[in-house]
């Protein structure tokens, strides 16, 4: 999994795993989801991030099971 800020658009990219986009959804007016040939998730960006999601504020935390 990769998160990209690109502070010059104020947009986010989360890519969860590297796959050839299949289709592509619009969720919102700021919000694209890409899927790959089986329906899965391969990223979610998100426009005008800093107002949508509160980048680049940004934490990761990572839970033990």
Known sequence: ????YFADTDTLLIE???A???ETRDLDD??????DGSGQV???TVE????H????AF???????
């Open 1 to 4: 999994m990769r998160v990209r």
């Open 16 to 18: 969860f795993r590297d």
């Open 20 to 22: 050839p986009v299949a």
């Open 30 to 35: 700021n919000t694209i989801l890409d899927l």
């Open 42 to 44: 391969c990223a979610i």
């Open 48 to 51: 005008h991030a800093s107002r």
């Open 53 to 56: 999601a509160g980048a680049p």
């Open 59 to 65: 934490s990761y935390e990572q839970v033990a099971a």
